[in-house]
């Protein structure tokens, strides 16, 4: 029989899973399953929010919209309870735009940070902290 922390880490290999898929096939609807209905992601770089899987969908298709050839893998996920940590790795090919920024051509490969409370079996809130600066280097762009 599985322990609880087993449990636990087993829920939240799912939902990374989901999302991480989500992304690479740019099929948004993988992460209905994984989120509350009152799912929240905290974009700490920009200060954003987005509420519920619609709006996040959202940003599934805007970064495969932006980036060709997008590509995301789960590097480390760590869990304690119903909180987990996950280091991502992303790449693609900026053809697109992405917040205000046109086409560069430039290919990115950046890391992020992850924290994720669970409710359950799926994700109620979630903690993004990406290398903002270091992706806008990638691209050329100086703020």
């Known amino acids: 029989m599985a ?11 799912a939902i990374s899973t989901a999302f991480v ?8 609807d993988r992460i209905d399953d994984a989120v509350t209905e009152d ?5 700490m770089a920009s200060g954003s929010e987005l509420h519920g899987a619609d709006e996040y969908k959202t ?3 805007d970064l495969n919209a932006a980036f060709s050839g997008f590509s995301m ?16 790795r992303w790449s693609g090919t900026h053809e697109g735009l992405f917040e205000g920024i046109p086409a ?3 290919t990115v490969d950046t890391t992020s940070l992850t924290m ?3 409710e359950g079996d799926r994700m ?9 600066r270091g992706l806008m280097e990638q691209l050329g762009i100086e703020r």
């Open 104 to 106: 560069t051509g430039r």
């Open 39 to 43: 799912f929240v992601c905290h974009h």
């Open 3 to 13: 322990t609880t922390q087993q449990r636990q880490h087993e829920i939240a290999a």
């Open 124 to 132: 109620a809130e979630m903690w993004v902290y990406g290398d903002g």
């Open 73 to 88: 893998s789960e590097e480390v996920l760590i869990v304690d309870g119903d909180m987990a940590a996950g280091r991502y």
């Open 21 to 28: 898929e989500a992304y690479n096939r740019n099929e948004p």
């Open 116 to 118: 994720m409370r669970m």
């Open 59 to 61: 940003r599934i298709e």
